[in-house]
Each structure stands twice: as C-alpha cells, then as structure tokens.
C-alpha cells in the first residue's frame, strides 16, 4: 500500500496581497530603531490608507528621515516602508 496524504486546496491571492517591488530590500545588519508603540506603515509616503501594522517593539534599521514627519524604515524581513517618525525610538549600542 502507498502513502496517502491531503494536499491543500490552491488558493489564488488577490494582488493587493503582494508587497511592490520597490518595498523589498535587503534585511539590515543592525538595527537602529524601535517601535514605541503599535504603529501603522505605508508602501508610498504619500498615501492615505495603511497598508499593515508593526507591533511595539519591532525592530527597524532607519533608512531615511523624508519630510512631513515621515521617515522610511527596514525590517528583519527587508521591508521597506514610510512610518511615523514621532513613533520610532533610537536604540542605545548596547540594546
């Protein structure tokens, strides 16, 4: 007798599931920033709605600190996105 196993079901995403092209970076080395509190980040500094959240504690490398209080970040998964600048702390070197 072979083996037999369930194989899930194929499921199409929508494309508003993948993150852009331009969003993907590379992971940073070291990190230069937390988040102070649960905070929302979006893919273009200029856009209206949120597209996903940090929760308090995540740790970003800060890429560049733009105008109108927005400043883009990194993850440890390499995404790149604009946050609030007044939401990020600098870490201490031993942190």
Do not use: W
């Not at 490398?61 to 390499?78: E, F, K, M, S």
């Amino acid at each position: 007798m072979g083996r037999h196993f369930i194989r899930p079901v194929p499921q199409v995403l929508d494309a508003a599931t993948l993150v852009p092209r331009e969003n993907v970076s590379r992971p940073p080395e070291r990190f230069t920033h937390v988040m102070k509190r649960e905070t929302v980040y979006r893919y273009a500094a200029k856009r209206g709605k949120s597209d996903g959240r940090f929760a308090a504690g995540t740790r970003v490398a800060l890429a560049d600190r733009g105008g109108a209080g927005q400043c883009r970040v990194i993850d440890a998964r390499g995404l790149s996105v604009y946050v609030a600048c007044s939401a990020l702390r600098e870490l201490k070197p031993d942190e």
